[in-house]
């Protein structure tokens, strides 16, 4: 079988690449296209053969998209104009410019790609942007998917629930139910962990009911999590369909964690709101960009002193002196998930590296924006297979 030639848009540090690389289907990468400095480094490090255009992609012609002649197309387009917590510009953020453009360019190639995967945050699948590129995809006589789904499904125990559309022009063939396909790979987890289930949202799209990422309910226990989020959290750290984050981490000796201890500061001020798991636990929520710099809602932290009761630390802890507390939760030996950790969690395999100048912010930022490389490893066989 002759190689699947891809266009990799957004690079980024290769997300897609690995994950075409770990889908068992022979593909050569004939171009990635990205504008970040920093990740085109990375990715310049990890795959030095791959022609990697530092350009904007709504800068390059339509002829010389034509010259590139592949088969299909992989693309995470900037996330910024669709996440519930930005301001969701959507169409007309000018983020979405390129992407925009692309969709202008796909019905005049000389050649459609065979194949597209594009990914994206929670919050695309109701946007405008989503609806222009079904109605071109519709216009060419493309076939497509669309599906939501989070790593736990595949045994992962991070949360990052994205959105997916696979695409394929019709070859006159009968189409496999892809649909039904999907659910098979990515089964419900154990029930009531409801945040990472797999939903298919074609052939219409539907923009509720596959979350409960974010729940509020109920009031709020010791350390500001509700009722309702211990009881998930528990119930995802049973799941035995998910491996324990344990298999993630990097050994630990001659105190090389130690940089990535959290700070008396960080910790006076952000403890009650810290994601913490143990190296146990099955579940850990979603690495943003901002890690290892944000600590609200940028990915969880590590419990490395298991000698110590979290109720023991927690309990009472307002009512006590800055120095008190300092002393209670510096026995937890909080730390931040290692770059590495982080990379492993999201798929990334051993043979990923990094270039020794990148900084390790740098590294929680573009691995933030990355993608998990399991999930759109078993989307391409699906597609491709
Ligand atoms: C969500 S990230 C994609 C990350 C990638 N999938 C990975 O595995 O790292 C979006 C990427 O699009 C790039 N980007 C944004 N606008 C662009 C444009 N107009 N032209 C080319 N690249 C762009 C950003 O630099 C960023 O790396």
Redesign the pocket.
Same mark, same amino acid.
């Given at each position: 079988m002759d190689p699947v030639r891809i266009l990799e =848009?957004? &690079?980024?540090?290769?997300?897609?690449h690995y994950a075409l690389k770990e889908c068992g289907v022979p593909a050569e990468v004939v171009a990635a $296209?990205? $504008?970040?400095t920093t990740?085109n480094q990375i990715y310049k490090h990890n795959f030095p053969e791959t022609p990697l255009w530092n @350009?904007? $992609?709504?800068g390059i012609t339509l002829d010389d998209f034509n010259k590139l002649s592949f088969d299909m197309i992989t693309m &995470?387009?900037?996330?910024q104009p669709f996440t519930r917590i930005g301001l969701q510009g959507d169409v007309s953020d000018s983020?979405t @410019? &390129?992407f925009l453009y692309i969709l202008d360019i796909l019905p005049r190639l000389h050649k459609p790609p065979r194949f597209i995967l594009l990914?994206n945050v929670k919050g695309f699948e109701t946007s405008s942007a989503r609806q222009r590129l079904v109605k071109t995809l519709t216009d060419c006589r493309y076939a497509f998917w669309e599906v939501m789904v989070s790593p736990t499904s595949v045994g992962i125990p991070n949360s990052r629930l994205r959105y997916f559309l696979l695409a394929r022009s019709p070859t006159g063939d009968s189409d496999v139910q892809i649909n039904s396909l999907i659910l098979d790979t990515f089964p419900p987890p154990a029930e009531g962990a409801t945040p990472q289930q797999a939903s298919v949202l074609s052939p219409t799209c539907t923009s509720s009911g596959q979350t409960g990422e974010e729940v509020h309910g109920g009031h709020f226990l010791y350390k500001r999590e509700t009722v309702t989020e211990v009881e998930r959290k528990l119930v995802q750290n049973n799941n035995p369909s998910v491996r324990p984050i344990r298999d993630f981490l990097e050994p630990q000796k001659d105190g090389n964690m130690e940089p990535y201890l959290l700070g008396p500061k960080t910790l006076l001020r952000y403890a009650a709101v810290l994601d913490i798991v143990q190296p146990d636990c099955r579940r850990s929520v979603c690495f943003t960009k901002g890690y290892g710099r944000y600590v609200e809602g940028t990915g969880s932290v590590l419990q490395g002193c298991m000698e110590t009761q979290m109720d023991g630390v927690f309990l009472g802890l307002d009512q006590l002196s800055e120095e008190e507390k300092l002393q209670r939760l510096l026995k937890l030996k909080l730390r931040y998930f290692t770059p590495r950790e982080v990379a492993n969690l999201m798929g990334f395999p051993h043979s990923f590296s990094f270039p020794q100048h990148i900084s390790t912010i740098q590294k929680y930022r573009?691995l933030g924006? &990355? =993608?998990n490389v399991v999930v759109v490893s078993k989307l391409l066989q699906l597609l491709l297979s």
């Open positions: =848009l957004y &690079s980024g540090i290769g997300g897609m $296209i990205d $504008i970040n990740a @350009k904007t $992609i709504e &995470s387009p900037p996330c983020r @410019k &390129s990914e573009v924006n &990355s =993608l």
